[in-house]
C-alpha cells in the first residue's frame, strides 16, 4: 500500500481551530467615528519591506490593528516576538492559536536591526504568550532588550508582555534588563475574564504590574483595556482604581473590534464622549497619562505619549517639591 501525501489541495491549518465550533456572532455596523482608510501610502509600503526582509512579526498585522495605515506610514511598528503561534486563546484576539515552533535565535539581532534601520527612536516589543517555555519567553525580552541597546543605545524600549503566569523569577528577570516602559494590558474588567480572557487571572495581572514598581520604582507602568465587551461602566472605574492601587502610570481605553464572527462579539460602540468621560475621570484617578478613545491601543503613538510622560512626571516631582 502507498501513502500519498496531498501538499497542495489539502486545506489550511484554520488560524482559530479552538472558536471552530462556536456559532457565528451578530457583528455590528461600525459607527462613521471608528472607520478608517485602508493603507497604502509609500510609508507603509517601506514598512513592510522592512519587517518582511529582517523575517519578523508585527502584532500591527496579526492582531488586525485599525491603525496599521496611519502607523507604518510613519515608520512607527509594534514588534511581535516569539513567533506568531499563541498557547493562549482568548475570545478577542485575532493572533492564531496552536503549538508554537522553538524561539529564533537571530530574532534579538534582527529586530534590533530593522529598528536601526527605521531610525526609531522609540520602540514598542510585543510577544504571544508561551506558556510552553519554562520561563515564558522572559529570557528572549531580555536577549531583544539588550540587541536593540547594543545598536541603538538612544532608542527608548516600551515592553508589552504576557503575564507569565506560574513562571517564578521571569518577571524579575524581565525588570532588570531596565526597559523604560513595563506594560501588561488587563483587557477587560474581572467580570469578563471567564469569557473573554480565559486562560488569565485578574488579580494576577495587577500583582505582576504591582510588582513592577517594588523591584523598580523608577520604571513607568502601563497597562491597557477594550469597552464595549458588555462591560458595565462603575465596572471600568473600579479597574481603574485596581491600577492605581498598584501604581501604575498609564491606562490606555480603546474599543474592541471583532476580528470574526466566531469570536467574541462588539456589545456596544462606546462614543467618543463616553471616552472623553473615562480620561477625565482617569486623571482625577491620579494617572499621569491618559489614552482613551475609539481608535487607542496599547503602542498608538507610543513615542509621543512616552515624551509626554516624562514630562507629566517631572512636573508632578517638581510640584511635589516646591510644595
Not at 7 to 17: C, E, G, Y
Not at 148 to 164: A, G, N, Q, W
Not at 288 to 314: I, K, N, Q, W
Amino acid at each position: 500500500m502507498v501513502t500519498v501525501l496531498d501538499t497542495v489541495s489539502a486545506k489550511p491549518r484554520p488560524r482559530h481551530p479552538e472558536k471552530a465550533h462556536r456559532p457565528d456572532q451578530e457583528v455590528l455596523r461600525k459607527p462613521e467615528w471608528i472607520r478608517v482608510k485602508a493603507p497604502t501610502s509609500k510609508g507603509y509600503l517601506e514598512t513592510r519591506e522592512i519587517v518582511k526582509s529582517n523575517n519578523l512579526v508585527t502584532v500591527c498585522e496579526e492582531a488586525g490593528c485599525p491603525n496599521i495605515g496611519e502607523c507604518w506610514d510613519k515608520k512607527h511598528a509594534t514588534f511581535m516576538i516569539m513567533g506568531e503561534i499563541c498557547t493562549r486563546a482568548c475570545a478577542f484576539c485575532n493572533v492564531a492559536t496552536g503549538i508554537p515552533g522553538p524561539l529564533d535565535p537571530n530574532e534579538p539581532a534582527n529586530v534590533a536591526k530593522a529598528v536601526r534601520e527605521m531610525g526609531l527612536t522609540h520602540v514598542v516589543i510585543t510577544s504571544v504568550d508561551r506558556d510552553d517555555l519554562k520561563d515564558g519567553g522572559a529570557q528572549h525580552f531580555v536577549d531583544v532588550i539588550h540587541a536593540i541597546r547594543k545598536v541603538s543605545p538612544e532608542t527608548t524600549i516600551e515592553i508589552l508582555t504576557p503575564d507569565f503566569l506560574r513562571k517564578d523569577g521571569a518577571l524579575e528577570m524581565v525588570v532588570a534588563a531596565r526597559p523604560d516602559v513595563f506594560n501588561h494590558n488587563l483587557e477587560t474588567v474581572p467580570s469578563k475574564y471567564l469569557t473573554v480572557r480565559p486562560g488569565a487571572r485578574y488579580f494576577h495581572s495587577i500583582r505582576l504590574l504591582q510588582r513592577v514598581k517594588e523591584l523598580d520604582p523608577s520604571m513607568f507602568t502601563k497597562s491597557g483595556i477594550m469597552v464595549g465587551l458588555g462591560e458595565e461602566r462603575n465596572e471600568v472605574l473600579q479597574l481603574m482604581d485596581d491600577l492605581r492601587s498598584a501604581d501604575v502610570d498609564f491606562i490606555t481605553i480603546g474599543q474592541y473590534l471583532q476580528p470574526t464572527r466566531k469570536h467574541h462579539p462588539v456589545k456596544k460602540f462606546v462614543t467618543p464622549e463616553e471616552f472623553k468621560s473615562y480620561e477625565t475621570i482617569a486623571y482625577t484617578k491620579g494617572f499621569l497619562m491618559v489614552s482613551s478613545s475609539p481608535l487607542t491601543r496599547s503602542s498608538h503613538h507610543a513615542g509621543d505619549d512616552f515624551t509626554r510622560l516624562r514630562a507629566a512626571r517631572e512636573a508632578r516631582l517638581s510640584a511635589a517639591r516646591t510644595a
